[in-house]
């Protein structure tokens, strides 16, 4: 494994060409947890030399030891890997909880997501078909799904493993040789894994972990002229610099930048169905997915007695340490913290009403990065909670009048990701679904667990391309027409 635990603090280095390897200028960052603040860990901090010789290393492989390999043997390595991923799962998701803070039972959920990532576009591997297509009777035309060549992916901090698995997964299945930058926050086990993925046989090169600092190390892979493809996922501001550094070398880039999600509630939903779900789909992760709801819409009707159960729920929620299983972790950083807090404020000096906040537990370590999770209804479509991307436990509710309003609140705001629809007419369910301008709808239910085989991504602010499922696996590919003339 890649760590030295020569005292209390591990070091952990990059694996480039299957090495592991210090940074160019020996520098480290510091790894803090969230759950009490303190050092536990150093990682590289990688420099643009580093993205350089993981790129080369990269490209070696694709046009050596890796692109010799058939689609099945691939897709076995990856087979292989979920196995290991999954023998390795209580170390894996422990140190995850470390270094993220995020309860245990989230953390082993995304370690069986990365399994699932790794199984899926395993099996998947020799089942990317190309096909023939009807032209003149003197020519044959075929058209191969090729790998794009080496592709870099830029992964956040708040689901390190299901994002690793997500878009390195299929990268790798569709052939690709890949160069990864995990978040600072957040890179321990995502190198765990690639040494597992070592272990397992992989050829060196395939798989490089350069961490470090996103303006350095990101944005040294991002503009990397040896990059064929881009997969990025992070706050609109970087996906921006992500892209823009893609356009340069003229390359494709998927972008997952987050988003303001909505959850309409109408006057007939089964609100015993519906609550739990409302709740647990803005305290999940402490906020930070970006496909929380965040939103929460309510038909005026019951507008105050959904506020009241949501409320009531809320007043007993509590933040704390992943070991004790509280309802969220801490926020991943100093910084984030800070970001909520400062929405909190903000939305407190505008006038906001807290409808409840709930608490944080009497045991969470004094210098870790907790937030209470808080509440306010009723909010204006147009103010700053509603409109812009929280990434915390934060909620809002807005009074809706009829269909036609919810929808276009629903749709009112510059993202696009994900949306829930809670209702017993069936015919306005599906109406409602299929108005809804983002990439995954939920109706009587939010979150699919990870979502492994259902395509993902936005409208909009919330970015584009698409992740998961098969479609995610077309995304590392592209094509290669055959004309043959026989006559
Ligand atoms: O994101 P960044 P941050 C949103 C969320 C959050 C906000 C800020 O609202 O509060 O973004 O988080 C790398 N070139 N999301 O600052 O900077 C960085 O090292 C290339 C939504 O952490 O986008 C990390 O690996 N790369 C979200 C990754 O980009 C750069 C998940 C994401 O960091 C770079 C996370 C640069 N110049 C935050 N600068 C989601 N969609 O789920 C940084 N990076």
């Known amino acids: 494994m890649n760590?030295?635990?020569?005292?209390?603090?591990?070091?952990?280095?990059?694996?480039?060409?299957?090495?592991?390897?210090a940074a160019s200028d020996g520098a480290l960052l510091d790894v803090l947890s969230p759950i009490d603040g303190l050092l536990f860990a150093r990682i590289a901090s990688g420099t643009a030399e580093d993205v350089d010789a993981a790129v080369k290393a990269a490209r070696a492989a694709y046009e050596g030891a890796w692109s010799r390999l058939t689609a099945t043997e691939r897709g076995r390595l990856l087979i292989k890997l979920a196995a290991a991923v999954e023998g390795d799962a209580e170390t894996l998701a422990a140190l995850e909880?470390?270094?993220?803070?995020?309860?245990?039972?989230?953390?082993?959920a995304d370690v069986t997501a990365l399994a699932r990532?790794?199984?899926y576009y395993g099996s998947a591997a020799d089942k990317l078909h190309g096909e023939v297509i009807p032209y003149l009777n003197t020519h044959f035309i075929g058209v191969e799904r090729v790998p794009h060549g080496v592709t870099g992916h830029i992964i956040p901090w708040n689901y390190p493993m299901q994002i690793f698995g997500r878009s390195v997964g299929a990268a790798l299945a569709a052939g690709n040789a890949t160069v990864v930058k995990p978040a600072e926050d957040a890179s321990l086990t995502i190198l765990r894994v690639a040494a597992l993925a070592r272990e397992?046989?992989?050829?060196?090169?395939?798989?490089?972990?350069?961490?470090?600092?996103?303006?350095?190390a990101g944005a040294a892979l991002a503009a990397h002229p040896g990059i064929d493809f881009l997969s990025f996922t992070g706050s609109p501001e970087t996906g921006t610099m992500v892209q823009t550094a893609a356009a340069k070398n003229h390359v494709g880039v998927t972008l997952e930048l987050g988003g303001k999600s909505a959850q309409v509630v109408f006057d007939d939903a089964d609100l015993e169905r519906a609550l739990p779900a409302l709740v647990n789909a803005i305290i999940q992760n402490g906020g930070q997915t970006c496909s929380a709801g965040s939103?929460?819409?309510?038909?005026?009707?019951?507008?105050?007695?959904?506020?009241?159960?949501?409320?009531?729920?809320?007043?007993?929620?509590?933040a704390g340490r992943p070991d004790r299983e509280p309802d969220l972790g801490p926020m991943i950083n100093q910084a984030q913290q800070r970001r909520v807090q400062a929405y909190l404020e903000r939305a407190k000096n505008e006038g906001l009403t807290v409808a409840a906040a709930g608490g944080i537990a009497s045991d969470a370590p004094a210098g870790g990065y907790y937030v209470a999770p808080t509440f306010f209804a009723p909010v204006a479509h147009e103010s700053v909670l509603s409109q812009e991307e929280v990434f915390?436990?934060?909620?809002?509710?807005?009074?809706?009048?009829?269909?036609?309003?919810?929808?276009?609140?629903?749709?009112?705001?510059?993202?696009?990701?994900?949306?829930?629809?809670?209702?017993?007419?069936?015919?306005?369910?599906?109406?409602?679904?299929?108005?809804m301008r983002v990439g995954q709808v939920f109706v009587n239910c939010y979150g699919a667990g990870g979502g492994v085989e259902l395509p993902f991504g936005g409208f909009g602010r919330s970015g584009h391309g698409r992740e998961k499922g098969f479609e995610g696996l077309v995304e590392f590919t592209t094509t290669r027409t055959l004309v043959i003339a026989h006559g």
């Open 97 to 108: 909880s470390r270094d993220n803070g995020k309860p245990l039972r989230q953390s082993r």
């Open 3 to 21: 760590d030295q635990a020569s005292s209390a603090v591990a070091l952990h280095r990059n694996l480039i060409d299957g090495r592991d390897t």
């Open 295 to 318: 939103r929460l819409l309510i038909q005026r009707g019951i507008f105050k007695d959904v506020v009241d159960a949501v409320a009531e729920r809320f007043r007993a929620l509590r």
């Open 117 to 119: 990532y790794f199984e």
């Open 392 to 435: 915390g436990p934060v909620l809002v509710a807005t009074p809706f009048e009829d269909e036609a309003e919810a929808v276009r609140l629903a749709n009112g705001t510059a993202y696009g990701l994900a949306a829930g629809v809670w209702t017993r007419d069936a015919m306005r369910s599906t109406r409602v679904a299929r108005a």
């Open 200 to 216: 397992v046989g992989f050829p060196e090169g395939a798989l490089n972990i350069v961490t470090g600092l996103g303006r350095i």
